[in-house]
């Protein structure tokens, strides 16, 4: 929400990464709220029981979202969706571009729930010939080099990194000069960008991991 000072100038409050990362869960547990008509109606302290979060801070969550309840009864299921996908601008599918188009940038062409989320992978970039000019998931696949002129000819703000590292940085400057405002980047090395460039580094090693350590650890626990 902006508010303005003595001078009106406009100051967002920033809203804390780990609201936007929870929005997201109460958004699928909702869709799925809905589709099984369980109620026109919820309250936070179900969707906290739920979802093992404390009703106040769901409450909280929801409130960034100016989503507004009714006493006794909660939030009307169908409206604070709506608020949901209002806030995070899933209303309003978004257009992005693919680079890299190996098993993992299939992959992720393929994946229809983006567009639940308001992606949508409108092409999709490679430097191998043999895939330039295909479709994957009635997607077109162009070369690298047509990358910059399409960016800017199309407006596109939205970036997804799917290559092997040594090209990342490379790439991600080719990206940012076009126009590019954001990176999704599923590279296995951190790229640097100048300031005001948005970057979400999905580092799939890194997850697997924490996760063959804590597995391990559950694993020492039970033994021991």
């Known amino acids: ?18 609201t936007l990362r929870r929005l997201p869960i109460y958004y699928q547990y909702l869709k799925k709220t809905l589709a099984e008509k369980q109620s026109g109606y919820i309250s936070c302290t179900r969707i906290g029981s739920e979802l093992n979060i404390l009703p106040i801070q769901v409450r909280k969550d929801l409130e960034i979202t100016q989503a507004s309840g009714k006493p006794k009864l909660g939030y009307n299921v169908k409206e604070l969706i709506s608020s949901i996908e ?111 460039i948005i970057v979400q580094h999905e580092n799939l090693a890194s997850s697997l991991v924490v996760l063959s350590k804590k597995l391990a650890m559950s694993v020492r626990a039970e033994r021991q």
């Open 86 to 196: 209002d806030f995070l601008g899933w209303n309003n599918v978004t257009d992005a571009y693919l680079i890299g188009v190996g098993n993992l940038g299939a992959a992720l062409m393929g994946y229809q729930g983006f567009r639940e989320y308001g992606l949508n992978i409108i092409a999709a970039f490679d430097e191998d010939d043999a895939k330039v000019g295909k479709e994957i998931h009635g997607i077109t696949i162009f070369h690298v080099a047509k990358l910059p002129d399409m960016i800017r000819r199309m407006g596109i703000k939205i970036g997804i990194l799917t290559v092997p590292g040594y090209c990342a940085q490379e790439l991600a400057d080719l990206m940012v000069e076009a126009g590019i405002h954001a990176i999704w980047n599923f590279s296995p090395v951190k790229i640097i960008v100048p300031e005001g």
């Open 1 to 18: 929400m902006a508010i303005s000072d003595e001078n009106s100038k406009p100051i967002t409050k920033a809203i804390p990464e780990p």
